[in-house]
């Protein structure tokens, strides 16, 4: 359950994440290319974030 808890934090993270940062450099962009970017800024930060999760795993588990 606290993985659920965990993956379900990632994801809402990551797209809050990532619709703000599509709003804030693409203003005067097409639509697919606002689209494009979400994809992009969206994988970026759920893997940060995945990373960031592995690493704090790895050192509380020792």
């Known amino acids: ?3 659920a808890t965990i993956g379900i934090t990632i994801l809402v993270m ?3 994440g990532a619709a703000l940062w599509v709003r804030r450099e693409a203003s005067g962009q097409q639509r697919q290319a606002k689209v494009l970017l979400f994809v992009l800024y ?3 930060l759920a893997f940060i974030q995945l990373i960031v999760v592995a ?3 790895s050192v509380l588990a020792r």
């Open 1 to 3: 359950m606290v993985v």
């Open 14 to 16: 990551s797209v809050i």
């Open 42 to 44: 969206f994988w970026v």
């Open 55 to 57: 690493i704090g795993y």
